[in-house]
């Protein structure tokens, strides 16, 4: 064999080559492994995993190797003490090699540029998979990822020339304390991510004052405080996600989209979730979080505001809970707000982003026959999920820093939440993950009964807000534009910048990033964007100026909070927040 320059590569680089290339190949026969016994445990006939095309495999190994060779002529001609040529180079963002001790050792120059070739290999191979089915290939190329991140040589004490220096410098004391990190967080049960001292809920996050004004036993309603001596007639209804802790909407007063629209002069209440216990909440379904969640919420918001029609929210997952409740409400002849907003939501499950690609009969199956008809998903589990989506900033950089360096996780209102997880009912998540990422049928008119009724979500005709995220890997953006294509009133759609939260969390005052705005609405998303305008700033904002054209007439605001129907029952942010999983 010989590399690009003609030179005959040693005998020992074939080896690596050939090593190399039937790790690739024990990889993807372990992944077929898998795939039929998934296939088996869910009844479903076991079908084998194809492979590239000839052609295709060929070529792809072709460049492999003439990389390989030029890394190995570069690495042998590269003088002592100088950086040698670059023959292959991370991806934008990724920090792993960034330290200079990575380029200034010819070998761990060497592992260094060897590990993306090989990673680039694999993810080559995982793309040019002949698989049919959408699904399965996301899959493939999902545990693809997960396999190459583990993999890397940041991962390893004996392969992380970081470590070794910290561990040199500190004469030990980095092992030791790393090892003291690794202890505290096996008793935790989960990865350090932040300083969990430096926060408490209450005393620095979640501080917009207010007071609960109701509760039943799966939500507190928050009522805030106005902040305004005039307020919008029209209050406005918050409801947060079920799978993590409402404050990532009143983190802290500068990032806070609750204190920011209590601001702008309206009356805001907010579901707070409870974190349903194992031994007592894991019966909920979804009907009862229609129920108990939004419906209630609803009636309680109108009593004590004396506004049939409020405005309402709805972020994430909230956001299909909250738009079924409003199908259910309008399947009973009524008229239950005046406005609809929607943050990364989707009514649509085509194409359900990363984690629909987890999602198949076989985990759907396995997840009802664990806990379908009673029992929790632990929240833990779930956070785990979550993080190994963005692996290296979530998980592995974390092992890395708490572990091999003996670092402690510097203090980070963000990360506290992403930690803060919360348990869900099984039979309330099984329901979900069928009905919605797996078959799709939300979209579909009449395919669902909730409470009793058959929905169709083209009912909810309201005048709507449709917000989502450019970079967002949970709630892709062009899926969330399919809302439109849904629901039956008037949409607005604004695309911020960034991702999931980033995204949507982008304080005004800060003036950070951009959004998009257009005034047409044609079915694909693709055609929207192409008439885009760009504008930079938040897009709160934006969003504040339609709800204000939604809020009715300016009345003065209520000095009193609840009602006599409805006293205050504890200081906000309330105490179903603070529940741990």
């Keep these: 064999m010989s590399d690009t320059t003609g030179k005959q590569v040693p005998p020992g680089m074939q080896a690596i080559l050939a090593a190399g290339q039937a790790m690739a190949q024990g990889f993807f026969d ?14 479903v006939a076991a079908q084998k995993l194809p492979m590239p095309e000839t052609e295709v ?34 991806e934008p963002g990724d920090k792993r090699f960034a330290a200079p001790e990575w380029s200034e050792s010819p070998v761990f120059d060497y592992m260094r540029q060897a590990y993306l070739l090989n990673a680039g290999f694999l993810r080559q191979m995982a793309d040019a998979m002949p698989i049919a089915d959408g699904r399965a290939k996301a899959r493939m190329q999902f545990l693809t990822r997960q396999y190459i991140d583990a993999l890397s040589p940041s991962n390893f004490a004996a392969t992380n020339p970081e470590f070794i220096k910290t561990a040199v410098e500190t004469k030990g004391e980095s ?4 090892i003291q990190n690794l202890l505290g967080d096996l008793e935790k049960g ?134 079924s409740a409003l199908a259910v409400a309008r399947a009973r002849g009524e008229e239950p707000v005046a406005s609809l907003t929607l943050m990364t939501t989707l009514l649509d499950f085509s194409d359900a982003g990363e984690l ?53 996780p510097v203090a980070f209102d963000l990360l506290y939440w992403n930690s803060d ?99 047409v609405r044609p079915a694909d998303p693709d055609e929207w964007f192409e008439s885009a305008a760009e504008h930079k700033g938040s897009w709160w904002l934006h969003w504040a100026e339609w709800l204000r054209g939604h809020g009715g007439k300016e009345v003065a605001a209520r000095g009193r909070l609840g009602s006599t129907k409805y006293e205050p029952i504890e200081p906000a942010p309330g105490r179903y927040v603070k529940e741990r999983s």
């Excluded at 495999?57 to 950086?83: D, I, N």
């Excluded at 939004?294 to 809970?321: D, H, M, Q, W, Y």
Aim: aromatic share 8%.
């Design 356 to 408: 629909g690609c987890l999602v198949d009969e076989a985990s759907v199956t396995a997840r009802e026959a664990a806990i379908g008809k009673g029992g929790v998903l632990k929240g833990q589990e779930l956070a785990n999920v979550f993080s190994f989506l963005r692996a290296n900033d979530l998980v592995w950089q974390y092992v890395v820093g708490n572990y091999l360096k003996g670092n402690k």
């Design 175 to 178: 092992i030791a304390r790393g």
């Design 190 to 323: 989960r990865i350090s991510m932040t300083d969990d001292a430096a926060f408490e809920i209450g005393r620095n996050l979640a501080l917009t004052p207010g007071s609960v004004v109701y509760e039943n036993e799966l939500m507190q309603l928050i009522q805030y405080a106005p902040l305004t001596e005039k307020v919008a007639q029209t209050p406005l209804l918050i409801v947060p996600p079920c799978i993590n802790k409402f404050y990532i909407m009143d983190l802290q007063p500068e990032n806070s989209l609750v204190r920011f629209v209590v601001e702008q002069g309206f009356t805001v209440f907010l579901v707070s979730w409870k974190n349903p216990r194992p031994d007592t909440g894991g019966h909920y379904t979804w009907d009862d979080y229609l129920d108990k969640g939004p419906l209630a919420a609803l009636e309680v918001v109108r009593s004590i505001t004396r506004v049939k029609k409020p405005n309402v929210l709805g972020f994430c997952v909230g956001g299909t809970i909250l738009t």
């Design 30 to 43: 372990a992944l077929a492994r898998q795939h039929v016994a998934m296939q088996d445990s869910s009844g």
């Design 57 to 90: 495999m060929a070529s792809l190994q072709k460049v492999f190797a003439e990389k390989h060779a030029e890394l190995w002529s570069s690495m042998l001609a590269r003088t002592p003490g100088a950086a040698g040529p670059a023959v292959v180079q991370p």
């Design 421 to 519: 997880s919360t348990n869900l009912p099984g039979p309330f998540l099984t329901w979900y993950l069928r009905n919605m990422y797996l078959e799709n049928n939300l979209r579909v008119p009449g395919k669902l009964r909730m409470l009793g009724h058959k929905v169709d979500l083209g009912k909810v005709d309201v005048p709507a807000y449709l917000m989502a995220a450019r970079e967002d890997h949970i709630v892709p953006w062009k899926s969330a534009y399919l809302a439109r294509n849904v629901l039956g009133g008037d949409t607005t759609f604004v695309l911020g910048a960034s991702g999931h939260i980033a995204g949507a969390i982008n304080p005004a005052s800060k003036n950070r990033r951009s959004y998009w705005t257009a005034d």
